[in-house]
């Protein structure tokens, strides 16, 4: 089946800023694909480009199936997208946003009607299509914000930042029904979010972005063999009695052969203890889990699970970060040395380092630094200066009783 996102070396310069470095991504129907990175980072850029709201400087894209930059309005058309900051005019109901909207895109009023409850039905806000948007909570505008990109019955959802500033239930609520989409509907989401766990939670692959760069993409256990560490982590559980010595089953697991640590990580709960096992580096885990077994059954013990955990994204984002910075100093270290005495190289490298207690290289590799890869990036679209053609649509007009910021899903603003 044919991605529904396709981008080779997409490339986005900003004067001497690279917001977008070489991207190639692709993103398949039926899936729900993250974004993730810090602000900053390029995710922003990206979803302006594939919505030919901005043009790449090279590179190309494929938006179902059409090139954004040529064919921007048919794109805009055939995918919904819901931005960091969605506007609703507050003098109106959601059903007469949604109505707006629905007439922006030359949809025909009784389809659109017809649609419009549909799609009402599936962000859970029927019982207030008829109120008005500015009674309407944070979660709630959001929640209209996807049924106003669904209203035009797209294949593809782009949603950038869409949980932030709302409360948890709020956050649970839309995680749900976009799972509910891709499972009840086939779409396929494309989600920014610089929110680890949520982004864990909903996503079956993720791209890491960081200084314009993806630079890791695949399913979370992918990613955790790329840049995750090599020891295991396995957690034990055993079913507690009075007689149960939980500080001499821990002193047996730490002395199985291929242990690293041995950790205690409940008291009795639920009549069951649990210990996190470290496996060491190098130790065949299958091993290590008969070992775990064989004195168990020896020590008379119950096994009420052994299993092993889940990776951490945070863990992995942070050693991949690490690791793309710490590539980047290199890279740039052996660019500076071409053409350089050798003698001088080594000389000036040397005395960098001693200089500096080797403090240069320490931070490279900390994933607590990783956070400070790029600093904030100007905002593409006000930053991108050539000339545009007019789309031709009808434009939004101030009024004394309306913010000028609308619904924004009309093709002149945004899809």
């Not at 302006?48 to 794109?75: C, F, K």
């Not at 692959?205 to 790329?226: E, K, V």
């Not at 149960?244 to 409940?266: F, K, M, N």
């Amino acid at each position: 089946m044919e991605p529904l996102v396709r981008t080779r070396n997409l490339t986005k310069r900003y004067d001497d800023l690279v917001a977008v470095d070489g991207l190639d991504l692709e993103v398949r129907p039926g899936e729900i694909f993250g974004l993730l990175g810090q602000n900053g980072a390029g995710k922003t850029t990206t979803i302006l480009m594939l919505l030919g709201l901005t043009e790449p400087t090279s590179g190309e894209a494929r938006v179902v199936g059409l090139d954004p930059a040529r064919n921007p309005l048919e794109v805009k058309r055939r995918v919904g997208y819901l931005p960091d900051s969605v506007g609703f005019y507050g003098d109106l109901t959601g059903r007469e946003n949604l109505r707006y909207t629905a007439r922006l895109n030359g949809i025909d009023r009784a389809e659109a009607d017809a649609r419009i409850v549909e799609v009402l039905g599936q962000v859970d806000l029927t019982n207030r299509a008829d109120t008005r948007t500015d009674t309407y909570s944070r979660g709630m505008l959001q929640r209209l914000g996807i049924a106003d990109a669904l209203v035009k019955d797209p294949a593809l959802l782009i949603l950038d930042e869409p949980t932030t500033a709302i409360d948890p239930i709020g956050v649970v609520e839309i995680l749900d029904l976009l799972r509910r989409l891709v499972r009840e509907h086939g779409l396929a989401v494309l989600l920014s979010s610089h929110l680890l766990g949520q982004v864990q939670s909903v996503c079956d692959r993720i791209g890491i972005f960081a200084a314009g760069q993806l630079i890791g993409r695949g399913s979370l256990d992918q990613l955790a063999r790329q840049f995750g560490e090599e020891a295991a982590e396995l957690t034990v559980g055993v079913e507690a009695d009075r007689a149960t010595d939980p500080s001499a089953v821990e002193a047996r697991l730490q002395a199985i052969d291929g242990v690293a640590r041995a950790t205690r990580v409940s008291t009795v709960q639920d009549n069951e203890w649990t210990w996190h096992i470290r496996v060491r580096a190098g130790a065949p885990e299958p091993a290590v889990r008969g070992a775990i077994l064989r004195m168990l059954a020896d020590s008379s013990l119950r096994l009420a699970d052994l299993s092993r955990q889940p990776p951490s994204l945070e863990d992995i984002y942070r050693r991949a970060v690490a690791r793309a910075r710490l590539d980047g100093a290199q890279a740039a270290r052996s660019a500076a040395d071409v053409g350089k005495p050798a003698g001088a190289t080594a000389t000036s490298r040397r005395g960098a380092t001693d200089s500096r207690g080797g403090r240069e290289h320490a931070d490279v590799g900390d994933p607590r630094r990783a956070g400070d890869a790029t600093g904030p990036s100007p905002r593409p679209a006000s930053a991108d200066t050539r000339p545009r053609k007019s789309t031709g649509m009808p434009s939004r007009v101030k009024s004394r009783h309306r913010p000028q910021r609308g619904p924004g899903a009309g093709p002149e603003t945004r899809p």
